[in-house]
């Protein structure tokens, strides 16, 4: 049974910084591709970042250059590093991964087939 649980969410002033990170768990599981989602309150879930097991990042636009995504193969953990958080990031952030290669884009949703429960992040003004 794989798990993914997340951890490190919180409340943290604008232009703060806030780490997050979600171990995934699993017998034999090797995660291909681990990425991050959020969804805020009446939105849909929309992509954060991804970062396949054999590197390289992927960001969505309102974050580059403000989130750093990493990951520990040999922990099978991926880390999101949020640096000047603004209002508009409060959120439920969501870990995601792959089993395998994806069919669809690292952004796609569609393309995970495990998630976390989600953890809080809230950014005050």
């Known amino acids: 049974q794989v798990q993914l649980v997340e951890s490190g969410g919180g409340l943290v002033q604008a232009g703060g910084s806030l780490s997050i990170s979600c171990a995934a768990s699993?017998?034999?599981?090797?995660?291909?591709?681990m990425g991050w989602f959020l969804q805020a309150p009446g939105k849909e879930r929309e992509f954060v970042a991804a970062?396949?097991?054999?590197?390289?990042?992927h960001y969505a636009g309102s974050v580059h250059g403000r989130f750093t995504i990493a990951r520990d193969n040999a922990k099978n953990t991926v880390y999101l590093q949020m640096n000047s958080l603004k209002p508009e990031d409060t959120a439920v952030y969501y870990c995601?991964?792959?089993?395998?290669?994806?069919?669809?884009?690292?952004?796609?949703?569609?393309?995970?087939?495990?998630w976390g429960q989600g953890t809080q992040v809230t950014v005050s003004s």
């Open positions: 699993g017998r034999t599981f090797s995660p291909h591709i």
């Open positions: 995601a991964a792959t089993s395998s290669g994806s069919a669809y884009g690292v952004g796609d949703q569609r393309g995970y087939d495990y």
């Open positions: 970062i396949p097991r054999s590197g390289g990042t």
